[in-house]
């Protein structure tokens, strides 16, 4: 994985019921089990009156490949500053300009 690239992490589900999360930001460095990335975390907790939180502030987190379900390529313009979360239907996504919208989460 090459640095600077924007980047959509979902994390693996080690359990069921475990609720969704990812992560979201510019890949500053990838090694051969680490991949660090500064950017805000998308949680979800549907039995709350707001299902879907992210961070405030953007932060530098290492995660090891093993804990990565998948990772989708992001438009380079793309700003964690205005993440645009929205319920269509039975799915929670992720609004991306000028690319498909990333599905995160379904609420059934």
Known sequence: MKPNIMVLVKLKQYYHGQKPSFFIGKILEAS???VTIHGKG???????????????EARTIIYPKENIAHIRI??????IALLD???????WYLRISDA?????????
């Open 32 to 34: 051969e089990g680490w």
């Open 42 to 56: 998308i949680l979800f907790d549907t039995g709350k009156s707001k299902p879907v939180s992210t961070h405030d």
């Open 74 to 79: 992001l438009p380079d313009h793309f700003d």
């Open 85 to 91: 979360v929205y319920l269509d239907k039975n799915n």
């Open 100 to 108: 498909p919208d990333a599905c995160l989460a379904e609420t059934a």
